[in-house]
């Protein structure tokens, strides 16, 4: 017979409860899974990344030098690959000769479509004279990927002067690129070079562009035609830029920013207004999907029914979320961390990000 109301557990029993209560709380508290093991992960001030079809990354890392009684940018190159291997492939230092001081900064890195060839695009600031003049410019710098400089037949330089967004095509002796249009900062000119015959030149000429993505194993392009006043109608094209024909494929309803084509180049997305991202199909380009998401920077994964958006403005932290075609189902990856910066190979299989506070950059095969 047990006299009394109470029941005394035993010291098992206890243990037992508090074990319990344990998972419990547990449970309970919100956990964030491990972070994906990267491929490889190298500890580089990177100001700006591209990753090739086989899994290398040129990495721009800053530097500072002392040329007298003035501090200049020599930024240097890097070739990185998944294997967690890096080279010096361009000394910024040794890179231009000059009795003046010779600043550079590197804007962007990018690939030829067989991974061969980088385009490298650069603002410049030299002191002209002794008093300390300086004068600025952007330039294009043509590299083989082990950073020897391809020289442009007849102008003793591997350089096209003030152009930006320079990407060598499928073509082995051509780079389309961009010229900024004279009269307006929001419209540009498309130019097209073949190293080995001499100096580029504008084509399509009175055509004016605010937009331009480059379908370099196809030669060709599709870009946002505005006239120059920027009044008309918004034109969405597609550029054959060898034969120097155009072909008008929608006009737009809106369009705010970003344009980005998917791997095989049958699909361009772009933002018709704040939070709405618009799909059309180049081979039938009058009926658009329209998916409802944040604005931010996209790129089309591999198999183009999604599209990988980092949220917010290019230049600010975001997550990296899978936007699915059409649905507008939103799946983070990479564990739903923050990144400064991101950078996806052109057939969508490897990620390289940047982590803010830190000047580690890694690779991961893209999920």
């Known amino acids: 017979m047990i006299r009394g109301s109470q029941f005394r557990p035993t010291r098992l029993a206890r243990l037992t409860l508090l074990v319990a209560a344990i998972f419990i709380c547990l449970a309970a508290v919100p956990r ?30 800053f530097r500072e030098l002392k040329f007298e009684h003035y501090t200049i940018e020599r930024d240097n190159i890097w070739m990185l690959t998944s294997k967690g291997k890096s080279k010096l492939i361009v ?6 000769k000059s009795p003046m001081p010779f600043s550079f900064s590197i804007q962007r890195v ?9 385009t490298v695009q650069m603002t410049t600031n030299q002191v002209t004279d002794s008093e300390g003049n300086t004068h600025e410019g952007r330039l294009v710098d043509l590299m083989t990927d082990d950073g020897k400089e391809i020289p442009v037949a007849g102008t003793k330089t591997s350089v096209i002067e003030d152009a930006i967004q320079a990407n060598w095509l499928a073509d082995p002796d051509s780079v389309a690129y961009l010229l900024r249009d004279a009269n307006s900062e929001l419209l540009y000119n498309v130019g097209l070079v073949h190293p080995s015959v001499g100096a580029g030149s504008v ?3 009175g055509h004016f562009f605010t937009a331009v993505v480059w379908d370099t194993p196809h030669n060709a392009a599709v870009a946002i035609e505005r006239d120059e006043a920027l009044s008309g109608p918004i034109k969405l094209v597609r550029l054959d830029l060898l034969h120097g024909t155009e ?8 369009y705010i920013g970003q344009l980005a084509l998917s791997p095989n180049g049958d699909k361009v997305a772009y933002f018709r207004d704040g939070d709405t991202l ?15 998401c944040a604005y931010g920077t996209v790129v089309w994964g591999a198999d183009g029914q999604r599209i990988l958006l980092k949220r917010g403005p290019e230049k600010q932290l975001g997550d990296l ?5 059409p649905g507008g189902n939103l799946t983070p990856i990479l564990n739903d961390l923050i990144y400064h910066s991101f950078a996806v190979s052109p057939d969508a299989r490897y990620i ?9 950059i890694s690779l991961y095969p893209l999920p």
């Open 32 to 61: 964030t899974p491990a972070q994906d093991k990267p491929l490889a992960s190298f500890k580089l001030d990177c100001r700006t990344y591209s990753v090739s079809s086989d899994g290398r990354v040129a990495c721009a890392v």
């Open 91 to 96: 000394d910024g230092e040794k890179l231009v």
């Open 110 to 118: 990018a690939f030829s479509p067989d991974g061969h060839r980088l």
């Open 203 to 205: 084509i399509f000429k």
């Open 247 to 254: 072909e008008n494929l929608a006009t737009l309803d809106g």
């Open 278 to 292: 618009e799909v059309r199909s180049i081979a039938n380009p009058s009926s658009a999907v329209t998916v409802n």
């Open 321 to 325: 979320v899978w936007v699915s075609i």
């Open 352 to 360: 390289a990000v940047t982590e803010p506070g830190n000047n580690k």
